[in-house]
């Protein structure tokens, strides 16, 4: 009984097998993802490494008993069906990331996968929602019934679960909280959706190269060795991002929230303080308890957020 599980970021494609022992991965295939030609090429590609990763171990794709598709959004739903509407992979859109070298406005992903696979179970998340998934089954959001996770990383996205019930929307985009607006005065602050002031055009990693000249990883190192500039851009930044977790924790009425992503899993030990002096102490009746947690898978919680989808 042979699942597949596919991570669709804006940078990466990622595939990999499970023969349903435990959550055990195999057959991994990953490649940059496609963003030229037509605009199913994202599906084609992601068919054309499950096929691949399927040879390898003797399984047709059609033999597949299910699929979980963890995905970058936003989406959009065309005859109920989802389509990706992501900035950095469909250069068509308004403020689509520079570079692209395609005119899609979305990129059909479920409508060419249920063709090609008509005997799988197909499941398609948020790749935020699917690893607030992965954490309540296996990581640090266990037994929670009112959490979040939270990554940080190239873009800023959350997934989001109260009274038990993970919360998705009209279109399968709850949790957009990186697109949330913060600022209207920050000097280059422009998300690459367009918006002019928001969580992700003020903190992502993508955002702090282009506003302070510096990667992420550069700037956190010079934090480290007491460079005051780097410090107070590491402060600011947390700053943005730490007001985005209050204020989902009061909105929601949240237990825990756990913390994942590139640029929050490398600098966790000097980013996680600074986090929870932003929602500690303000309103203790809505934050008096609440939890900041680094995620309970680490870092690999997107290698499990698409399994998760299908481990039932």
Known sequence: ???????????????????????????????????????????EQVLRLLT???????????????????????????????????????????????????????????????????????????DAVAALIAERRWGALQGMDHCAYVTWSTGVGTGLCVDGRVLRGKNANAGHAGHSFVSDTAPHAVCGCGNDG?????????????????????????????????????????????RMLYNLAVTLDLQRISLGGSVFWHHRERLLPLLRAEVAGRLPALTGGVELVPAGLADAVGDYAALALVAD
């Open 1 to 43: 009984m042979m699942k597949a599980c596919v991570d669709i970021g804006g940078t990466k494609v990622a595939v990999s097998l499970n023969d349903g022992h435990d959550r055990t991965l195999i057959g991994r295939r990953t490649e940059p993802t496609a963003k030229i030609g037509d605009e199913t090429a994202v599906a």
């Open 52 to 126: 691949e990763a399927c040879a390898a171990h003797g399984c047709p794709p059609t033999e597949l008993t299910a699929v979980g598709i963890s995905s970058c959004g936003p989406f959009e739903l065309r005859g109920g069906l989802i389509e990706l509407a992501t900035p950095n992979i469909c250069g068509g859109l308004e403020g689509a990331a520079p570079g692209l070298l395609n005119h899609w406005r979305t990129a059909p992903l479920e409508a060419p996968l249920r063709a090609a696979l008509p005997g799988a179970k197909l499941v398609v998340e948020n």
């Open 198 to 242: 928001d969580v992700e055009g003020l903190a992502a990693g993508s955002a702090i190269g282009r506003r302070f000249g510096i990667d992420a990883a550069s700037l956190m190192a010079a934090a480290s060795h007491g460079d005051a500039a780097a410090q107070a851009r590491v402060a600011e930044v947390c700053r943005v991002v730490g």
